[in-house]
């Protein structure tokens, strides 16, 4: 008999250990509202474009990025700078569902028609840039 309760108690436990801080992200939300909010052609040319990336990132990359990423994090992309830390700064263990990595793994497929779990590891990305380098260079390996 209090089983069915019992089970909906840890679900729901679980369903909040593994959900976005919600705390947290707004907290991040406005330390980012100091800056200017770039629409995505904006935030391309100033930060993924000559001559501030130089060779330029694709356009198709930075709209993925810019799109997806905002959905995961709830964050305010158009203020994210690359030099920006995901883990320090953007906190995003803590502001993104705890399978976003997945998540992108699989719109990548999607997208681009490359699976890139095998290589993927969040922990290994230190700046926003980061992250989008190596999503670029999993875009130029596709081309060879």
């Known amino acids: 008999m209090w089983q069915p309760l019992k089970n909906f108690v840890?679900?729901?436990t679980t369903y909040m250990a593994l959900s976005p801080d919600i705390v947290a992200r707004?907290?991040?939300?406005?330390?980012?509202?100091?800056?200017p909010?770039?629409?995505?052609?904006?935030?391309s040319r100033r930060y993924w474009t000559p001559p501030?990336?130089?060779?330029?990132?694709?356009?198709?990359?930075?709209?993925?990025v810019?799109?997806?990423?905002?959905?995961?994090?709830?964050?305010?992309?158009?203020?994210?700078?690359?030099?920006?830390?995901l883990v320090e700064d953007l906190v995003f263990p803590a502001v993104c569902w705890f399978d976003w990595g997945i998540t992108l793994c699989d719109d990548f497929y999607a997208t681009f028609g490359l699976d890139i779990s095998e290589h993927f590891d969040?922990?290994?990305f230190s700046t926003f840039s980061d992250l989008i380098g190596f999503l670029a260079q999993q875009l130029e390996g596709m081309g060879e």
């Open 37 to 43: 909010c770039l629409t995505c052609d904006e935030w």
């Open 66 to 85: 810019y799109t997806n990423v905002a959905a995961y994090s709830g964050l305010d992309i158009g203020r994210i700078q690359p030099s920006d830390h």
């Open 10 to 12: 840890n679900s729901l």
């Open 52 to 64: 501030a990336q130089s060779p330029g990132l694709p356009k198709a990359l930075i709209d993925f």
């Open 26 to 35: 707004e907290r991040v939300n406005r330390w980012l509202r100091s800056r």
């Open 122 to 124: 969040e922990t290994q």
